[in-house]
């Protein structure tokens, strides 16, 4: 495993992601916000090869366009506008999409079976 491959960092923030997942809403956040930068770095650096469906992609970006257009036609359009900023974990499985890519789905499984006995 080298440490300055994109393909490894992606496998290292999934696998934190579900480790952490039912142990630490922070960590989670932060494997979060880690994937992200990941993936979009590695969507810069290497083109999509086989693009999802648009329906698919549509459809993760048409629920916070209607939640926001939501927040907008509410009273007090701003402060349900603030409230919005926490969801940015809509966007999770458009991350996961290149990152399941590249780790053994079968050990990611184990790796969040672990916390969730032990929370068990």
Do not use: C
Not at 31 to 38: E, H, K, P, Q, V
Not at 79 to 93: D, H, M, S, V
Request: aromatic share 12%; glycine share 4%; hydrophobic share 55%.
């Amino acid at each position: 495993m080298e440490l300055w491959r994109r393909e490894t960092w992606l496998a290292v923030w999934v696998y934190t992601l579900f480790f952490l997942a039912p142990l630490s809403i922070a960590g989670v956040g932060s494997a979060t916000g880690l994937l992200y930068f990941t993936v979009a770095y590695h969507r810069a650096r290497q083109p999509i090869s086989d693009p999802l469906p648009k329906w698919i992609v549509a459809a993760f970006l048409l629920l916070p366009l209607t939640a926001a257009l939501s927040a907008l036609v509410n009273p007090n359009p701003v402060g349900n506008l603030i409230g919005l900023r926490k969801e940015y974990a809509i966007f999770i499985p458009l991350a996961l999409l290149p990152a399941l890519d590249q780790v053994n789905r079968r050990r990611l499984l184990l790796a969040y079976a672990i916390p969730v006995v032990l929370m068990g």
